[in-house]
């Protein structure tokens, strides 16, 4: 029970998903394409959040959790 790695986490699927389907919908237009600074603008921003859950995954451990305290 549980997720035991970034991959199970559908979070993390969803953002794969997304990051993908703006590469390839951005692709198949040209003039978006040929568009370098918005291209790289959105690319960037898609692959973010991606990135974001895989930094967060790292970093919270069992070990860290722990030093967590209650929200009050």
Known sequence: ???KTL???MAY???VRFKRGIYALVRKHPEAYRDYKWREQLWN???DAEADIAEGWRRWRKR???QLRPLE
């Open 64 to 66: 860290e959790m722990c």
């Open 7 to 9: 991959d199970e986490l």
């Open 13 to 15: 699927q969803l953002c």
């Open 1 to 3: 029970m549980g997720v």
């Open 45 to 47: 921003a898609a692959a």
